[in-house]
């Protein structure tokens, strides 16, 4: 059954390297159609754009991305409805974004960024043709790929998972119940008892 | 003073040290998190730590105004867009194009069997497509006087690293033989096993043969003085720079490669000038220096300098042609693979190492006096020369199995689909013998195409 909850990918603090493979496989499969971006760097022609980014503090790293959160915050203040729930991801319509950084504000996590917007190897014109286009850029769980996310894909060190917190939740409790469950097969009192 | 060949910007690297994982020869240093550097003492300028990073100039992380400014700082066109990563080789563009703007000087290019399997995917093409002619096509309109072909000299190798071996063999001559086509190989030899050098083939690389020849024997043919003959090469390689720097070559009078751009600068190049790639006609390499066989080609696969090797052997040493021009039994990416060969009455026992990390091994077995072969061939790279460190870059290494699968199968698929597949049978390395070097392992073979790896490696 699919989960009623928003799934995001979760990250391995321990295991994350900081390499950036995740910012890179986003970028591709976000740009394959958008920007003629093949499998090598050489057919990169446009500015790498992500939608999650790596955060190396001193002792750690790992990427920072969208929980996409129930009561999402971004999708609450953006006034261009372009911000919006398809199935259980908070998506971006990069297309109606005006760049008014209110979702960069709302997000506690500083999971969006302002990024400019190419379409067809050249920035999309703003508005008024007075520049090129930035627009909110942030994790869309790779929702049009089949295959799933593909930073997780990607991470040399499976450091990304996708996580489902419903099913999260049953591990945790079936591993509880099994812990609880020896130790009381190891009392005979309890045994006795039953 | 050392040359920089390969650094890591401190600006750029996270200290994830994913780098340090591929790194042959223990050359980064740094701590967790922190940037890295590399050792020029230590680097053996493979380039595997290039393919392998990726953390690069972003807008969101460094701002706008950080990607030209690198990109300036780095050599780079104008017109280059690709992302810029911390790990890095320094480019040579400029060189190139220097000279061919000069009129004084009559320009001849080289390229490696690799470079023609892989090139194309710089430009959309799918990983592995075989691109010989497109890519003969766009060194012409780029504008070298002449468009030459390593794999010309890699026939030439065999000629004389096959005799070599024979000579060994017969002689009673130091064996096992290691094959010396891989500099960053030989580099690693220096810095590691110095007292094991005698193993090495005297042999040049192709890339050094080719230069060799182009400015004497090229040079008469072409009626240019050697000076004004300016030589440059291709590879899927970072360490071909250093090697073509090395003082042992230059034996023709000056420096016989005198620059060396990888597959990836040739593809900056090409797309600098507004050249369409994916829309030239194919065209042939020029006569008779880039007349090549099958055998040449798979030079660029790890086996494949073996495979040669015994295709032009075995009827060296009986007479015989080989029964079977496939020799299946050396080819694959095992990291140490080993076959006993038979070659009329001798049991030939050849061994194949591909990825330096499997080296080791071997060559303590080596000193050990337990490496019971007659022939071993060395490629640094993961599967040989077609997964180079100056090849196309992949973008997502989950790719790797692909790229690298395809670049061996159109490798063997243009050595099948070729007239000749045996180095000897060449016509254009019968005439080089029968009109200017007279026999393999002769004089001036042994003057141009042979040489003693001296000196400190430090120093080069």
């Known amino acids: 059954m699919p989960s009623e909850f928003g799934l995001f990918v979760s990250t391995d603090i321990a295991k994350c390297s900081g390499c950036k493979a995740c910012e890179m496989a986003c970028f591709q499969s976000h740009n394959i159609k958008r920007n003629n971006v093949g499998k090598t760097v050489g057919t990169i022609s446009v500015p790498v754009t992500p939608k999650l980014y790596v955060t190396v503090i001193e002792t750690a790293s790992m990427p920072v991305q969208c929980k996409h959160c129930e009561n999402s915050p971004c999708k609450a203040v953006c006034q261009q409805k372009a911000i919006s729930r398809v199935g259980s991801q908070i998506i971006v319509d990069e297309a109606k974004c005006i760049g008014c950084k209110d979702c960069l504000m709302a997000c506690p996590f500083g999971a969006i960024a302002l990024l400019p917007f190419y379409v067809g190897g050249r920035q999309a014109p703003q508005a008024d043709s007075s520049g090129g286009k930035v627009a909110a850029s942030k994790c869309d769980l790779c929702y049009e790929d089949p295959e799933g996310p593909a930073c997780v894909r990607v991470c040399p060190n499976e450091a990304l998972r996708l996580t489902d917190v419903n099913e999260e939740r049953k591990k945790k409790n079936i591993a509880a119940a099994e812990a609880l469950a020896v130790i009381n097969a190891g009392d005979p009192g309890r045994r006795a008892l039953s | ?460």
């Open chain 2, 1 to 460: 003073m050392t040359e920089t060949y390969i650094a890591i910007d401190q600006n750029l690297c996270t200290g994830c040290q994913e780098c340090t994982k591929v790194c042959p020869n223990l050359a980064i240093e740094g701590l967790p998190h922190q940037p890295q550097k590399t050792n020029p003492d230590k680097c053996v300028r493979c380039g595997q730590c290039v393919q392998k990073c990726k953390s690069y100039v972003s807008i969101a992380e460094h701002g706008a105004a950080a990607y030209a400014r690198v990109r300036k700082e780095r050599g780079l066109p104008d017109a280059f867009k690709e992302p810029l990563f911390a790990a890095h080789f320094f480019s040579r563009i400029d060189e190139v194009k220097k000279a061919l703007a000069d009129p004084d000087l009559f320009t001849v290019v080289q390229c490696a069997p690799a470079v023609r399997v892989a090139i194309a995917e710089d430009f959309g093409a799918p990983l592995g497509t075989l691109a010989a002619g497109k890519l003969a096509a766009a060194l012409r309109r780029i504008g070298f006087d002449k468009v030459f072909d390593t794999n010309f000299a890699a026939d030439v190798t065999i000629m004389e690293e096959g005799s070599e071996l024979i000579d060994r063999v017969k002689k009673g001559g130091v064996l096992p033989m290691f094959t010396s086509c891989c500099p960053a190989w030989v580099r690693y030899l220096e810095l590691n096993y110095p007292g094991q050098r005698q193993h090495l083939s005297t042999c040049k690389s192709p890339q050094q043969m080719e230069g060799a020849l182009f400015k004497t024997y090229g040079a008469k043919l072409l009626n240019v003085p050697p000076k004004k003959l300016y030589s440059v090469s291709v590879m899927p390689c970072t360490c071909k720079q250093s090697e073509s720097a090395r003082p042992e070559m230059k034996d023709s009078g000056q420096r016989d490669v005198d620059v060396v751009l990888t597959t990836r600068e040739l593809a900056w190049l090409i797309k600098d000038l507004g050249i369409d790639f994916q829309a030239l006609p194919d065209e042939k390499y020029d006569s008779p220096l880039g007349d090549y066989t099958g055998a040449a080609e798979i030079f660029g696969v790890s086996g494949g300098v073996m495979e040669a090797a015994l295709r032009t052997g075995y009827e060296l040493l009986t007479g015989q042609p080989i029964p079977a021009v496939d020799v299946t039994a050396v080819r694959g990416t095992n990291g140490f693979r080993h076959a006993d060969v038979q070659v009329g009455d001798l049991t030939l026992k050849v061994g194949v190492v591909t990825g330096l990390k499997h080296v080791k091994p071997v060559m303590e077995d080596l000193k050990a006096g337990r490496l019971d072969l007659h022939f071993v061939e060395v490629m640094t790279c993961p599967e040989g020369c077609i997964s180079g460190g100056g090849q196309p870059k992949l973008i997502c290494d989950t790719d790797a199995g692909e790229a690298f699968g395809n670049r061996v199968a159109a490798t063997y698929e243009h050595d099948r689909g070729l007239p000749l597949r045996k180095s000897h049978e060449n016509p254009s390395v019968q005439k080089l013998y029968a009109d200017f070097l007279k026999k393999p392992l002769g004089h001036e073979s042994h003057k141009l195409l042979h040489t003693t790896y001296c000196g400190d490696p430090k120093h080069h």
